[in-house]
């Protein structure tokens, strides 16, 4: 690999693409910029994205995840959007803390200005001061890259937005409109009453954008159905753009196809073309591979998220997406079945669980929903069904482990009961002063140490690994021994071992607990060891049952 020097990207001028949405959220912006980026990174350009969410929070760590889903945590510890795990998988590659941009985050940098004096006794507004700011952090990889993708959370005319579009149409001016784009994401909703796609929802959107100065280059139409030539044409004509630049963004199986729709539509090559970009070639051989064995897989398992969330989806989101590239890798379709850890009983946990070829018990904050937890892990422990604990998921393997296998009646973590008699779980030392909860966990990548021997060093086949973390309990360094004692292995740990990251049980064909978070790494084409490692084992013991 040839290293760039200063001089080199200095040399660069970095191609910036604004992604905006219209009429309503939730239509895919962050999966269409991750689709762009995938297709131009394929031509073997340098490529990152940025979201930019106009909420006032500074960031989402602190937030619900029946709010805003689960929280994504880079390598550098930032609690981010969702979006950028979507941008982290189809990218294969890590991003950071620069990477996203909350108006929390503005607003308190310009604040804490003002309270310094840096802008020397003016009045402080939205426009200069929080545009600058907003602008400031957009070019923050100036030089670095050959692109940068820009989304832009909401939908035009959120008034929270509002900044955001004036610091992006201000942006395009000062770069100079051969290095700035504008695709806008709209909906082309299909009236059943009528039997017709509808174009005016687009027609408004794009107005709106208008309105704020920002002329879209490219309008991506998100429909149920593929657009005919004459509703593309009419949208061009309304919407000032050129026919191809209409371009139709129906429903397909998998995300993962989306890039390959976009590619036949020739999005990258019109983006190139109107940037002055000379084109280079595309390989997305590897990719057609991934999503073939997606959509046309040679096995099919059922395993189960036992959870506390699960009534969103987006609350596991990289857990479910990590099963869909573990599922590609084994050649095998993943069918996940959400289950409510708060309904779980003894009386009922085997008519949820019996038919299951593995169970993942998911993260999470708080007590409620704990002891349906322990009571699913006990259950596929005892029945011998493949287990995967991730962070609380683990520390609900332990407490189960400590009360019915080394009788440690009633053990349980300080953070659902702070008097219990076995605080298997326990607060590290450090987070026991602190009282002010944002983005004071232990918080983004550290290694881990793995024993060779173990189920965990044949799964990753190698001896460090470096994985994300987001939790402020630990296992508790007292009851290690005994534990070990009575068949639990601990089989990765903090390098000075200190800390217990990994476990599994001898006598179990495939028991995993982790005290990180491995969905965070995971990628399409490639996937995560563990998650690969546990739908083989789920479809081994699927293989059992019908021999």
Partial sequence: MIMETEKDKKARVTKYIFVFG???????????????????????????????????????GTMNPFQHGEVYVTDDGAETDLDLGHYERF??????????????????????????GQYLGKTVQVIPHITDEIKRRIAVF??????????????????????????????AIERGFNNALNIILTYVPYIKSAGELKTKPTQHSVKALMEHGIVPDIILCRSETKLNKELKAKIALFCNVDEDSVIDLYDVDTIYEVPLILSKSNLDEIVLRK????????????????????????????????????????????????????GSINNTAVDVELIDSEELTEENCESFLQDLDGVLVGPGFG?????????????????????????????????????????????????????TKYNVIDLMEEQKKI??????????????????????????????VFER???????????????????????????????????????????????????????????????????????????????
């Fill in 142 to 171: 100036d030089g670095e890259y050959d692109f940068v993708i820009v989304e832009i959370g909401g939908t035009v005319g959120d008034i929270e937005s509002l900044p955001f579009l004036e610091a992006a149409r201000q942006f």
């Fill in 275 to 326: 940037l002055n970009v000379p084109s280079n070639g595309l390989d997305l051989e590897e990719w057609k591979t991934f999503v073939r064995r997606i959509k046309n897989p040679q096995h099919r398992v059922k395993v189960g998220l036992v959870g506390k969330y699960v009534k969103y989806r987006d609350s596991y989101k990289s857990i479910l997406e990590a099963f869909i590239h573990a």
């Fill in 91 to 116: 990218l294969g590659y890590s991003l950071s803390k620069a990477n996203n941009t909350t108006a929390g985050q503005v607003y308190y940098t310009v604040i804490l200005k003002e309270r310094e």
């Fill in 22 to 60: 219209g009429v309503v959220s939730s239509l895919g912006k962050g999966i269409a910029a991750a689709s762009l980026g995938l297709l131009l990174k394929q031509r073997n350009f340098k490529v990152t994205i940025m979201k930019l969410d106009p909420y006032i929070n500074v960031d989402p």
């Fill in 469 to 547: 973390h987001r939790h402020r309990y630990e296992v508790n360094n007292e009851y290690r021994e005994i534990f070990e004692k009575h068949g639990m292995v601990m089989s990765g740990l903090s390098p000075d071992g200190n800390l217990v990251e990994m476990i599994e049980l001898r006598d179990h064909p495939w028991f995993i607990g982790v005290q990180f978070h491995p969905e965070l790494k995971s990628r399409a084409v490639t996937g995560a060891p563990l998650f690969i490692g546990f739908i083989r084992a789920a479809l081994k013991h699927r293989k059992s049952k019908e021999t």
């Fill in 367 to 419: 007590r409620r929903g704990i002891e349906g937890k322990i009571i699913a892990i006990k259950y596929v422990r005892e029945n011998k069904i493949p287990f995967f604990g991730i962070c609380l998921g683990m520390q609900c393997a332990i407490i189960e482990f400590a009360r019915n296998v080394c009788g440690l009646e009633n053990a349980n973590s300080t953070e659902f009961d702070k008097k």
């Fill in 435 to 464: 009282t002010n909860k944002g983005g004071t966990m232990r918080l983004g990548q550290y290694p881990c140490k793995i024993i060779p021997g173990t189920l965990a060093y044949s799964t990753y086949n190698q001896e460090l």
